[in-house]
């Protein structure tokens, strides 16, 4: 198909810049958003159409729009950062639209060009350049799709909406702890073999949230969920990927297949572990196995990844029966060496040897 043209409409009223300023203090993550977003349309037979940056407002939707009723929806998640030159750049967005094209695969949705995918996230950060937040902070993407055709009737939509909203972030985590406990679901399960837990899709976050609910009961920031065959091996947390450390220094990191989502952040961490002569085991690691790891002193370190949460370390495992402390709760010196590494990548502190830094604008 063509490239996309986008149109823009400035928004008539944005948020002046002391009460953006004040917002940009303390943000939060995901509760405060930028002025504009962007648009774009699909129609069985027209194709992707009516791309548009424009003012971030409410959407009208029927009550029989398809996704009410048979959850046609994706969504990717990546950041834009503040360079030391005054520059935005984001972290590997064309991988993201890789990814995005293989949820809508996997969802019966239309995929969206890979160009008009960057593109569409660019030209909102420049808009709102204003929000990106400076420090740690960042400016936290959320491109969407989702069935718009108005029917009852289980079949693929013929019509979508394409969407791209922003939020200047701070931590991920409300406890701001430079590490995490986790819960240890046993009965609950995310996906299973030949579902959807390979794509990015709304459905594989609702089905996690009533284990999430029995995470935040136990005092846990996060849930890790367990393979839906067996109950035996780990797979991912809630929202993210995991990675175990051993005292050898090597690393281990549950496989990629179609019950976990193939992680950019987890991609990255790999590479940049390899290149420093860390040895990563991408293999299925057990429950019981993660315990008596950590029972002996043969498991050092665990850590979550992803955009959002980038490198957390995990401190405490709990789970139906008991807990246990990974090292000392608090050690944590080959994950932080990793995500200084990967940081400094995104925001230019570092050669960026693999090309993945795209800058937006200067």
Known sequence: MATLAFATEQHPAPTPPERRAAVLQDPGFGRVFTDHMVAIRYREGKGWHDAKITARVAIPMDPAAAV??????????????????????MFRPEANARRFQKSAERLAMPMLPEDAFVTACDELVKIDRDWIPEGDGSLYLRPVMFASEVFLGVKPSSEYLFLVIASPVGSYFKSGASAVSVWVSQDVNRAGPGGTGAA?????????????EVAYKHGCEQV??????????????????????????????????????????????????????????????????????????????????????VLT???????????FMIGNGASSAQTEKLRTTLVDIQRCRAPDPHGWVHRVFS
């Open 313 to 323: 370390p995990i401190s405490t495992v709990k789970f139906d029966g008991g807990s």
């Open 200 to 212: 990015k899709c709304g459905g594989n976050y609702a089905a996690s949230l009533l284990a999430q």
């Open 68 to 89: 009410l009723h048979y959850s046609q929806q994706i969504f990717e998640g990546l950041k834009a950062y503040r360079t030391a030159d005054g520059g935005a750049v």
């Open 224 to 309: 890790v969920f367990l393979d839906a065959v067996e109950h035996r091996y780990i797979e991912e947390l809630g929202g993210m990927n995991i990675f175990f450390v051993f005292a050898d220094g090597s690393m281990q990191t549950p496989p990629i297949g179609d019950t976990i989502l193939d992680g950019i952040t987890r991609n990255s961490i790999i590479a940049v572990a390899k290149e420093t002569g860390v040895t990563v085991r991408e293999q299925p690691y057990a429950f019981s196995q993660w315990r008596e790891d950590a029972a002996s002193g043969r498991l050092r370190e665990s850590f979550a990844c992803g955009t959002a949460a």
